[in-house]
T-cell receptor, first 115, second 113 residues
């Protein structure tokens, strides 16, 4: 049973560039959430996708956008990168509906460094 | 908006001893989930234990148990017989009706041999 996979694992960008991060959810899951985790801090909710729609959004600017595909995989895009965007980006999958236990299943994350 | 507070940035415990990590939260919702997640160094975050707010009985999972005080909005994690593999960052998380999980800033736990 494949867990949550994310790519790339590490990447370095410069200020002003754009980045795309990718996530495949755990088999059988239909919902993908993205989190930003700065060093030494807890994950901050960016947004959640379900049925290819953004279901909820945290307090992040419009430079952060996403997409969910029919196979439930998801992308996180960040435009006009700032130094403060340097962080570990976590993807988490879950189920909405009768079998939902609330548990999030996390990938290993994509570590973004902005220079 | 929900908030989750973990007041202990770092803790340490001797192997085989017991340690308790604290967590408080703020919400106006009545039905929700509370979680403790573990994030080992350079490894992915995994669920340790889960509590449903409508259940009065405290959840237990082997060496891990919680003390859930709904009126006080407190949700502490007790780790018994601590093992070296328990060394990790521990996050308390709240999930309400909307399905979004809110995390605390974590407690770094070091188990010493």
């Amino acid at each position: 049973d494949a867990g949550v996979t994310q790519s790339p694992t590490h990447l370095i960008k410069t200020r002003g560039q754009q980045v795309t991060l990718r996530c495949s959810p755990k088999s059988g899951h239909d919902t993908v959430s993205w989190y930003q985790q700065a060093l030494g801090q807890g994950p901050q909710f960016i947004f959640q996708y379900y049925e290819e729609e953004e279901r909820q959004r945290g307090n992040f600017p419009d430079r952060f956008s996403g997409h969910q595909f029919p196979n439930y995989s998801s992308e996180l895009n960040v435009n006009a990168l700032l130094l403060g965007d340097s962080a570990l980006y976590l993807c988490a999958s879950s189920l909405i509906g009768g079998d939902n236990t609330g548990e999030l299943f996390f990938g290993e994350g994509s570590r973004l460094t902005v220079l | 908006a929900q908030t989750v507070t973990q007041s202990q940035p770092e803790m340490s415990v001797q192997e085989a001893e017991t340690v308790t990590l604290s967590c408080t939260y703020d919400t106006s919702e009545n039905n929700y989930y509370l979680f403790w997640y573990k994030q080992p160094p350079s490894r992915q975050m995994i669920l340790v234990i889960r509590q449903e707010a409508y259940k009065q009985q405290n959840a237990t999972e082997n060496r891990f148990s919680v003390n859930f005080q709904k009126a006080a909005k407190s949700f502490s994690l007790k780790i018994s017989d601590s093992q070296l593999g328990d060394t990790a960052m521990y996050f308390c998380a709240f999930q309400g009706y909307a399905g979004k999980s809110t995390f605390g800033d974590g407690t770094t736990l070091t188990v010493k041999p």
